[in-house]
Structure formats: C-alpha cells, structure tokens
C-alpha cells in the first residue's frame, strides 16, 4: 500500500510548478482582457461620441450660416462672425475674445501686432496697429472709427472737412455741431499710435466756392502720429469756426496753398469743374492715404465751362432781361447800388443779435448770404428769441415786388452727377496703386429732405470701397454722450 501512495505523492508535487504556470498565465490574460477592454474600446467609445458631438456642433454652425445668408447677412454680420464658436467635444479649441483697443493718449506705446501671412498673431511694435514681423493677419492695419463709421484697414487716414457758414447754418445745428466734429476728429487722432500716419483737407463751400483758398491743408504731406505732431494739429484745429466773426478759412491761421498736380494721360477732364469737395478729394487722395472720412453739407455741383457760342447766348439773354428791368424803370447799376447798401445794413443788425445772443452765452446765427436772413425758418428763430431783421427792397425790387438778388450771368453749364462718381474713380486710378476707402458723411437738418444728395453721395461711397451715413445734430449729440459715458 506504501508504494503506490509514494508514486502518487511524487506526481503530485512534480506537477506544482505546471500548475502554477498555468495560474500564472490565466490571471495575465484576464488582466490583458480588462486592459483591452477598458482603455482601447473604451477610447473608441470615447472618441465616437466626440465625433458625433464634432458633427452636431458643426450642424448647429452651418444652421446658423444659412439662417445668416437667407437673411441677406454677410460673413462680417452674421451670427457665426459675430461670437465665438465653441465645439462639445473634449478636444475643442475655444477662439479667444480679441481685446479692446485702448487710448494711447499722449505716449506711444508698444504692444501686440500681426504681421504678414496667415498664421497666428505675431509680435509687433506698434499698440495695436498691426505693425509687426511676426506671422499673422494683415499688413499694418487697425480699425479706426469716426463718427460712428468704423473702418478696419486703416493705417494712413486723412480727414476732409467741410467748414464752410452752411455747416453752421442753425438748420443744421450752428457752432454746436462743429464743435462735436472738432472733438471728434481730435479724439480719433489722439488714440493713434505713432507708426499711423494723418492728414486733413479743410474746404469751404459758398462764398468760397471759386476762389483758389476754397480749400487749405494742415500739410501737403501725411504725417507721423507722434506727440508732437498730434500737438501741433490740435492747436491748428482749436480756433477754427470757434469765433462768429472769423468763419471757414478766414479762421485757419495758417493756410497750406495747393494746386494740382498734372495727370497726363489719366482720362480726367480737366474743362469740368468739380464740386469743392471732389477738389480737397483729389489733394487728400495726392498723399496716398488708405482711409479718408468725408463730411460735407452737400453733393456740390458739378459744371464745365461754357463754349464761346454758349457765352454769346446766354449774354443776349441776359441783356435782355436788363432791358425788361429798364423798362420798368429800374436802372442796373442802381438796382445793384440799393441792394449792397441794404445787404450791409442787414448784415450789422445781424452782428448786433449776435453780440446779444454771446452776452448771454448763446450760440450765433451764421448765414452765408444776406438772402438767407429773410428765409421762412432763419425769421421764425429770430422771432423765437425776440430779434427782427426787416427785409427792405426799395430801389431794387420788381413792379411785382420781388427782390432783384442777383442781376448778372454765369459763364458755366451744369452737368450731371454721374460726371462725379467718373472723375472720382479716375483720380483713384491715377493717384493710387491701390483704391482708398472713402466714408462720405452728409450732414443735413431735421427739416431738410435730402434723397438726392443721399442717393448721389451714397453711390459714390460705395463705388470706393467706403460707407455712407447721414449725420444730423441729434446724431452729434448721442455720440458726444456715448463718449462721456465710456470716459
């Protein structure tokens, strides 16, 4: 009996080692199974429910756009431009807000800017100007906004002003008006780093229209936005249109003569006689900006000079009206005489009301001609302050009784506006390699019914690349609150 369980014994501890193996490799294979199981088809669970939620945000996205484009929205307006987009999934990139632009005040400081490419943002010099060597978007741009307008590929910006009496024509919003623009205009060049570049074009309308100083410039050449040049402009502009007895140009002290430099070959007609406005356009657009803010109160007249056929015309029209005025018994040279002498005396009572109005810190009334004293509305706001102008036309009025304000005759033709938007368009071709956006601000009166100027002035924006708003005092004033309120 011994023997056998001897035997058995011996297989039994011979096979330990065996059996140990096989426990050994059992518990391997269920901890590679766990293994497997959890971390590979459990990723691959993971990254399907990332790809679906990938797919879901990308609906939700290419929703958003086409509810953006049935809406008439573009890629600058839409839903998707306008915010950040997130993704659900766990590897998503969020887009970082992109930071306020500050005031650079009275120093230049240095800071962010994107370089040429299209890679991230790289470093700069300029305070967000753009201004850099690092690989990024653009090529030396900032947004810049004036008036309301925000044009977001500026670096060399030149203002043309008009500071002409109809601006300040109390219709419109008198010295209050401009005061806003001034301010407006000097806030925008002080938030400017000194790696942008200015310039501005003052022009005036009216009495001013003809004249070779119907336009002067700050300088002939765009300037550095440094301190010192930013102080210089701010003295240059302070006293302009702040004083009723000196207006327009009479109130620039010092005037920047210009005369245009010869285009040979550039398809400009150079007969036509342009609006005053499309003539300070054509100085601004001789320093090579990339942005130009317009404000003018009015589309202008475009004109050519008459033929020496049309001359002979019109003067025998003119000779007879003459002859129809003599035969009433009115005399030319008379009538002229009567009218002058009545001009200055109305324009001294003018004068008067305004020292009045200073005494008590009221703003004056500006006309550009005695004619517009005796309008509906100009009498109706001297009435509201207690004053009266009384129109006399003795010596120089009609049997009808209408006043004789002009007995004379042009030497020119009117000519249609679309002349305008050709000869803008040629001069950007000549004068530039590469066509400046041009922001037209018409500014009008409350009671003032525009569509034409708007229509014409709006076309003309547009076609370069610009915006076109309509600026009333009420306008002013809301923006001039705004700025307080964010001060």
């Given amino acids: 009996m011994s023997a056998p369980n001897t035997n058995f014994y011996k297989r039994i501890t011979a096979s330990v080692p065996l059996l140990v193996t096989i426990i050994v490799h059992v518990i391997l294979i269920g901890v590679a199974g766990y293994f497997v199981s ?72 240095s800071g962010m ?21 690092g690989n990024g978007i653009g090529s030396g741009f900032m947004p810049m906004s004036f008036l309301g307008t925000t044009s977001n590929r500026a670096s060399k910006v030149v203002f043309i002003i008009d500071v002409g009496r109809n601006l300040l024509d109390i219709r419109k919003g008198g010295f209050e008006a401009f005061g806003i623009m001034r301010q407006e205009m000097m806030k925008l060049v002080n938030r400017m780093p000194a790696s942008a570049e200015f310039g501005v074009v003052l022009f005036e309308t ?83 900006p990339d942005t130009i803010f317009l404000v003018t109160e009015s589309d202008g007249r475009i004109r050519r000079k008459l033929t020496q056929m049309e001359l002979d015309k019109r003067e025998k029209e003119n000779d007879k009206y003459h002859a129809d005025l003599k035969r009433e018994g009115l ?50 706001e001297l009435k509201r302050i207690g004053e009266r102008i009384t129109l006399d036309t003795k010596g120089w009025a009609r049997k009808d009784g209408s006043a004789i304000w002009w007995t004379g005759f042009t030497d020119y033709m009117e000519v249609d506006y679309d002349e305008v938007i050709k000869h803008v368009s040629q001069l950007q071709r000549a004068l530039l390699k590469e066509r400046a956006a041009l922001n037209i601000f018409l500014f009008v009166g409350p009671e003032e019914e525009p569509t034409t100027k708007i229509e014409n002035l709006g076309k003309t924006s547009s076609r370069n690349g610009g915006k076109f708003q309509l600026i009333t005092i009420k306008r002013l004033r809301e923006l001039s609150a705004r700025d307080e309120q964010t001060k």
């Fill in 38 to 109: 959890e971390q590979i088809i459990g990723k691959k669970k993971v990254l399907e429910a990332s790809a679906a939620s990938d797919s879901i945000a990308q609906k939700q996205v290419e929703h958003r756009l086409q509810i953006a484009r049935k809406g008439g929205g573009s890629s600058s307006s839409s839903p998707v431009s306008a915010s950040r987009i997130f993704s659900t999934a766990d590897n998503a990139l969020q887009m970082p807000a992109m930071p306020d632009l500050p005031s650079v005040g009275a120093s230049s400081l």
């Fill in 113 to 133: 800017g994107f370089g040429k490419g299209m890679g991230g943002v790289g470093g700069g010099t300029g305070y967000n100007t753009g201004v850099g060597n």
């Fill in 206 to 288: 009216g009495v001013w229209d003809e004249r070779e100083g119907a336009l002067t410039f700050f300088d002939k050449q765009l300037v550095p936005a440094t301190v010192a040049n930013k102080q210089r402009f701010f003295e240059w502009l302070k006293p302009i249109n702040a004083d009723p007895n000196k207006l327009g140009m009479n109130s620039v002290a010092k005037r920047v003569p210009w005369k245009a430099k010869q285009l040979p070959g550039s398809g400009i007609d150079e007969a036509l006689i342009p609006p005053v406005w499309a003539r300070a356009l054509r100085g601004a657009l001789e320093m090579q």
């Fill in 331 to 380: 005399i030319i040279e008379d009538v002229n005489a009567a009218r002058e002498a009545f001009n200055k005396k109305a324009m001294a009572e003018l004068a008067q009301v305004n020292a009045r109005l200073k005494a008590k810190s009221k703003p004056p009334l500006i006309v550009t001609n005695v004619q517009r004293v005796f309008n509906p509305d100009f009498q109706a």
